[in-house]
């Protein structure tokens, strides 16, 4: 925002100098076209895009595999006979047990490609949903976006029900991820009933992405099923268990191995504190919490719910030293205890160029409406101080200092 | 935004499934004809009692599998559509942003603040069943009755107005006339100006005579055009919509006064008009781009930004989410604190007070004002309050 630089009357040889000045300096954005801003708040929405994609190509790859198999069994299943020595009425047999398992392989691929079917089509409604997103009108569309991020909230807490609820109630099912969640839902209960199977299984069908990222979940998932042997003193299962599932992270995780296998030496009421941790039942927590992280990797979500995401940037953007004075506008969200204590750990905002919010009006300070001062340097609006004067017989009464002038008394200030 | 190409790229990764898809069916259809053929030549051969080796057959059948390779077969599609997924992939990484996190401190958010934020957003916008859900999920049942309470109200006089249904609103604002007069609000005229003009097009001259009589007549020196005009209406009685006044019915006209009433029914209740939450969010969504730019260039200084005191980069904000008066002094370019306050200088241009005593070399000479051939006495400075 640039205001008129002309000064008070006498001098007009100033403004070209401060015109230049403020021009070269930092040229603001038009403000008549929202388009390159909406262009860069659309940016933000890879979640958005990805999450879908990722569950499409984990069907895509699952079915292709479950086919795959099929076809190679129904294949060696005729090498094997033309092996073997088979009556000819159980060749004939053997072959129509093939046929049949091939019509029901078909069956499958075609359910497959129904499922794949509705994952791809989620895919496109929310490309077409970021489409949709009209510079001019954004009132709708920032609303279902708030939407979406709550749901996203709510469904990273576990609060499935209130998700599910806020989807429906608004028709957002194609643009959250309740299906997403809701697989991991199932492992995230299972491991607070200290339930470690359906954790285990999905590492065994996510291995290779989990492989690649590094990832120990299933490492930590064995440590947790080893330590619940020992503290079930049930020290010869544990050791055969610790055989078959840990010596394998023997090379890369050593150290946590040999910690984790000395507890058999102190079993579940050690006092000793490097080994006690271990039999915590916080241990599961940790264990979920490690879960949703490798679950939201996978999907190429964010590891912070979006809302914090959000909230902690807006909050920085609107943070000021005048937001926690008594007078800050309620239409701030910062003159909110709640926000306010959000705020507190957060970063001030900056800005580039001056901005002048009446204090009577609240309205903006500029060319049209520019900045005058009392005799004791409050300054208000043209605009508030002419509706005051005319109410008043011309008397200004500073609404801050209660000090009382006339309207003749006013200079008006060039902000540049 | 390059939709249209990552549609596509969609549209590609989408064919080569349905390809892949039918190509597999292929697969299996061919694999099944050539098992039912062997079993018709079994079976035949049975019938006629003719002299068959079952083991050539099945032989021949193990080799024409190898003929096909169906594995393979299949193989071929499924790599370009795993090149078709790939593609899309990256276009995602590459015109979108990945990882919108990197900007974020690594704090703890109090869960209960924060969900008394949205279920007070909850309760604002209207969604009231979403709101007690969410608060008996979070286990604070108790406090959301006094939460939503205000809203409660809001929403039916809305609810009615979509409707067509003043009542509820003429009645609260009846009920409320001396707060609203006190906060300047016109409300309660536009109010009953929308009910004279409902009565009127139901074609009741007397009526609407009347009710203008009883609820318009206060307002006649206050307003006076507006009471001129809508008593101008009475002469169109029944043909209001070919009428001079044809605007007052338009249905916009029952959105912005519901708007109005909002406000003012927040305003009163002492709440803001929009709900904080979405105002921050939506401040959010401004700024976190030029944010992320920022993080990315400075990569390797991400401790420096877990404890700087003030945003490292400028953010240009709507007017909606500017509330309070920033004053940034063009020399320095610094924002101005409660230690620099900004000073009008006897020309009416405005700098800060350091950029002022700089000049002035400690108010000991006199300076010219960088905007204006003016000669600037520091002392003659005054500090201004915005
Ligand atoms: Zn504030
Ligand atoms: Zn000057």
Not at chain 1, 65 to 92: C, F, N, Q, W
Not at chain 1, 234 to 250: D, F, M, Q, S, V
Not at chain 1, 279 to 305: H, I, N, R, S
Request: charged content about 25%; proline content about 5%; aromatic content about 8%.
């Amino acid at each position: 925002m640039e205001m008129d630089s002309l000064p008070n009357g006498n001098n007009t040889a100033g403004t070209p100098i401060s015109a230049t000045a403020t021009a070269t300096a930092n040229p603001a954005p038009p403000q008549s076209s929202n388009l390159p801003q909406l262009t860069e708040s659309l940016k933000l929405e890879h979640q958005f895009l990805r999450v879908p994609f990722e569950h499409y190509k984990k069907t895509l790859r699952a079915n292709h595999r479950a086919v795959e198999k099929e076809m190679s069994a129904v294949i060696s299943g005729v090498t094997e006979a033309a092996a073997a020595d088979l009556s000819p009425d159980d060749a004939v047999n053997h072959l129509n047990s093939l046929v049949c398992r091939l019509q029901g392989l078909k069956r499958k691929l075609e359910e497959g490609s129904r499922a794949e079917h509705l994952q791809a089509q989620k895919c496109r409604v929310r490309l077409d949903h970021l489409e949709s997103a009209d510079a001019e009108n954004m009132s709708e569309w920032n609303n279902t976006r708030m939407k979406r991020i709550l749901v996203d909230y709510m469904l990273r807490m576990s609060y499935y029900d209130t998700a599910v609820k806020l989807a429906k109630s608004s028709n957002l099912q194609d643009l959250v991820d309740i299906d997403v969640f809701q697989e991991a839902k199932k492992v995230i209960d299972a491991l607070q009933n200290k339930d470690v199977a359906p954790a285990l299984a999905w590492c065994a069908d996510n291995k290779s992405r989990l492989k690649k990222s590094k990832s120990k979940m299933e490492f930590q998932l064995r440590l947790q099923e080893f330590i619940e042997l020992v503290r079930a003193e049930n020290n010869l299962r544990a050791i055969t268990y610790a055989r078959k599932y840990l010596a394998p992270w023997g090379a890369t995780h050593m150290k946590e191995l040999q910690r984790v296998i000395a507890t058999l030496a102190f079993k579940r009421d050690t006092e000793c504190s490097t080994y006690k941790v271990l039999f915590e039942a916080k241990q599961w927590d940790y264990l979920v919490d490690q879960f949703k992280q490798e679950f939201c990797k996978l999907y190429g979500m964010t590891l912070e719910p979006l809302l914090n995401i959000y909230l902690q940037a807006g909050l920085s953007a609107l943070k000021t030293p005048y937001c926690y004075e008594d007078d800050c506008t309620k239409e701030d969200p910062l003159s909110q205890e709640a926000f306010r204590t959000l705020a507190m750990p957060l970063p001030y905002s900056k800005q580039h160029h001056s901005k002048l919010v009446c204090y009577i009006t609240k309205e903006l300070m500029d060319t049209e409406n520019p900045p005058q001062v009392l005799p004791n340097g409050y300054v208000y609006s043209t605009k508030a101080l002419e509706e005051m004067a005319k109410k008043n017989n011309g008397r200004i009464i500073c609404p801050r200092t209660g000090l009382v002038c006339s309207y003749t008394e006013l200079v008006k200030a060039y902000i540049s | 935004m390059e939709l249209s190409t990552i549609k596509d790229a969609f549209d590609r990764v989408t064919k080569k499934q349905k390809l892949s898809c039918s190509k597999t069916q292929e697969a299996i259809d061919q694999i099944r004809q050539e098992i039912e053929s062997v079993l018709d030549t079994l079976q035949s051969a049975n019938n006629t009692d003719h002299e068959l080796d079952y083991k050539t057959v099945l032989n021949e059948l193990k080799a024409s599998f190898l003929l096909i390779a169906p594995l393979s077969q299949m193989e071929g599609t499924q790599k370009e559509l795993n090149v078709a997924l790939t593609k899309y992939g990256k276009l995602l990484e590459k015109h979108f942003n990945p990882d919108i996190s990197k900007a974020y401190r690594n704090i703890d958010i109090d869960r209960h603040t924060l969900n008394q934020i949205i279920a007070n957003h909850f309760y604002h916008q209207g969604l009231f069943e979403i709101g007690d859900h969410f608060m008996s999920v979070v286990g604070e049942p108790e406090s959301a009755a006094i939460m939503k309470f205000p809203f409660v109200e809001m929403y039916q006089i809305l609810e009615a107005m979509q409707n067509q249904n003043l009542e509820p609103a003429l009645n609260w604002a009846s009920t409320n006339g001396d707060k609203l007069a006190q906060s300047g609000s016109d409300i309660v005229l536009k109010l009953h100006s929308m009910q004279f003009v409902k009565v009127l097009q139901n074609g009741s001259r007397e009526e609407a005579l009347h009710y203008a009589r009883m609820h318009l007549s206060p307002f006649a020196t206050s307003h006076m055009t507006d009471i001129q005009k809508l008593m101008g209406c009475l002469l169109w009685t029944g043909k209001l919509d070919r009428s001079p006044y044809h605007a007052l019915l338009s249905p916009s006209n029952w959105d912005k006064l519901a708007e109005e009433l909002k406000r003012q029914f927040c305003n009163l209740l002492g709440q803001s008009y929009n709900s904080p939450l979405s105002v921050t969010v939506a401040a959010g969504v401004q700024v976190l781009p030029p944010l992320l730019k920022f993080m990315n260039v400075m990569a390797g200084k991400k401790n420096e930004w877990q404890s700087m005191n003030q945003l490292p980069v400028p953010v240009e904000l709507d007017r909606e989410f500017q509330f309070h008066s920033i004053f940034v002094c063009p020399v320095s370019k610094e924002q101005a604190t409660e230690d620099n306050p900004p000073m009008l200088m006897s020309c009416g241009h405005v700098l800060c007070k350091q950029s002022i005593l700089k000049m002035s070399k400690n108010s000991t000479k006199v300076f010219k004002c960088p905007y204006c051939p003016f000669d600037i006495d520091a002392a003659q400075c005054k500090q201004l309050y915005f």
